[in-house]
């Protein structure tokens, strides 16, 4: 299968090119054009291997969900002209991240096993096991590094530090709660929970802007919903959708981010689960069917179609 590593275009009145750690955003006008590639990240490392068809699933359940949640919150998308594609307002990015959690999962149980009782200034309660749910949402921000880890921050300290102004950071936390709530029901409607996702936000004429992907695999956790409670009695792990498996899949092979650490190589049948695995996500969350593009070069097809849209 031919995957997108990345993508090199040239396109008319281009003024500046970005590569992240998954997508390539090209900046046309005061339009960003984001290009989900299939390369997929852990621990704040790019893996060497890329995952087919991993761009056009992350990218198209970002589109599903910030088309409905329009109603909620302003965001920056205008277009997506192909599958593997966003289009969308340019925005200054606010440096903080908007993480939410429902449950004490991923890097929360973490924090909790250790011993901690508080992450980012969230008193956690005592008696918790994994992936119980908290009696009610917790935000946890982080700050939005350049390169490397983001770092967990409290909300004093964001307010402390000027990173936002009080009242940019109140719609921030508004909106969040609003936008976990809405992913939270419609997670319900197709049998699933959503555990904990991360939300980013810009400033654009002033205004508080949704930005990036939403409740995708690569920014949310989510549980199945059925048997649940019945594998939380037992002390069982969870079924979920996810990244973590992931990154699970990496610390058994002795990878966690850290110096030193060397990556392991990955096999052909655990590339080709990613892929089944956020297809299946796709599928269950949006209730649409997947539809796999066969072609031997999809950068031509990526670069037609945005070309089309912005003749």
């Given at each position: 299968m031919n995957t997108i590593r990345e993508t090199n275009f040239h396109f008319p009145g281009q003024t500046a090119f970005y590569r992240g750690k998954v997508r390539d955003v090209y900046t046309v006008a005061d339009m960003l054009i984001m290009v989900a590639s299939d390369r997929i990240s852990a621990f704040d490392h790019i893996l060497p291997r890329a995952i087919p068809y991993k761009g056009a699933v992350l990218n198209q359940t970002a589109t599903h969900f910030l088309n409905a949640t329009r109603d909620i919150c302003p965001n920056w998308l205008i277009a997506s002209p192909d599958p593997n594609v966003a289009i969308g307002h340019r925005c200054e990015p606010v440096r903080v991240e908007m993480v939410i959690r429902g449950y004490l999962a991923g890097h929360a149980a973490r924090t909790y096993a250790s011993g901690l009782r508080s992450l980012c200034g969230v008193a956690l309660p005592n008696g918790m096991k994994e992936n119980d749910p908290f009696p009610e949402p917790i935000i946890t921000p982080s700050t939005k590094a350049e390169e490397g880890h983001d770092e967990d921050i409290s909300r004093e300290d964001i307010l402390r530090s000027g990173l936002v102004s009080e009242e940019d950071y109140l719609t921030m936390e508004k909106y969040t709660r609003a936008l976990f709530q809405r992913g939270?029901?419609?997670?319900?409607?197709?049998?699933?929970?959503?555990?904990?996702?991360?939300?980013?936000?810009?400033?654009?004429?002033?205004?508080?802007?949704?930005?990036?992907?939403?409740?995708?695999?690569?920014?949310?956790?989510?549980?199945?919903?059925?048997?649940?409670?019945?594998?939380?009695?037992?002390?069982?792990?969870?079924?979920?959708?996810?990244?973590?498996?992931?990154?699970?899949?990496?610390?058994?092979?002795?990878?966690?981010?850290?110096?030193?650490?060397?990556?392991?190589?990955?096999?052909?049948?655990?590339?080709?689960?990613?892929?089944?695995?956020?297809?299946?996500?796709?599928?269950?969350?949006?209730?649409?069917?997947?539809?796999?593009?066969?072609?031997?070069?999809?950068?031509?097809?990526?670069?037609?179609?945005?070309?089309?849209?912005?003749?």
């Open positions: 939270t029901e419609m997670a319900a409607k197709q049998g699933l929970i959503l555990v904990d996702t991360k939300y980013e936000f810009g400033k654009k004429n002033d205004e508080i802007i949704l930005m990036d992907e939403i409740h995708t695999p690569d920014s949310s956790r989510y549980f199945y919903a059925e048997g649940y409670a019945e594998r939380q009695e037992k002390g069982e792990h969870q079924k979920q959708l996810s990244k973590e498996f992931v990154r699970e899949w990496l610390m058994a092979n002795g990878f966690q981010g850290k110096d030193g650490q060397q990556m392991p190589v990955m096999p052909d049948e655990f590339a080709q689960e990613i892929t089944e695995r956020y297809i299946e996500l796709y599928e269950t969350i949006t209730g649409n069917t997947f539809h796999k593009d066969p072609s031997e070069h999809p950068e031509a097809r990526i670069e037609r179609n945005i070309l089309n849209w912005l003749d």
